[in-house]
Nanobody, 124 residues
Framework: QVQLVESGGGSAQAGGSLRLSCTVSGSLYMTICRSWFRQAQGKEREGVARIYTGDGTTDYADSVKGRFTISQDNAKLTFYLEMNSLKPEDTAMYYC?????????????????WGQGTQVTGSS
């Protein structure tokens, strides 16, 4: 079965930390670009972090740079989003996503495969 399964999320006070995980299965093991997106209520979905599975190159949105870290396990079956120094504005539904192409675009439409989403709340 081809899918992305997320875990983690929840609520943390401002300044706190949370960790999200996304496990890939089936042929999605071969995906090249894996990303985390978020969508706050009433706002468009935005990319926050991405990793190129080939060499582990990462990239971040300016809003999370220095606070969030994307990583993958050695087997490349699971990738993570470590979120530190959380802010209330980080509150959103977070989604993992993957595609077989390179990490060239932040556009959600470039990603055909998505996790189910998990809520992250940064409380003040």
């Amino acid at each position: 079965q081809v899918q992305l399964v997320e875990s983690g999320g929840g609520s943390a006070q401002a300044g706190g930390s949370l960790r999200l995980s996304c496990t890939v299965s089936g042929s999605l093991y071969m995906t090249i670009c894996r990303s985390w997106f978020r969508q706050a209520q009433g706002k468009e979905r935005e990319g926050v972090a991405r990793i190129y599975t080939g060499d582990g190159t990462t990239d971040y949105a300016d809003s999370v740079k220095g606070r969030f870290t994307i990583s993958q396990d050695n087997a490349k079956l699971t990738f993570y989003l470590e979120m530190n120094s959380l802010k209330p504005e980080d509150t959103a539904m977070y989604y993992c996503a993957a595609h077989y192409g390179g990490c060239r675009s932040w556009a959600p439409t470039e990603f055909p495969y998505w996790g189910q989403g998990t809520q992250v709340t940064g409380s003040s």
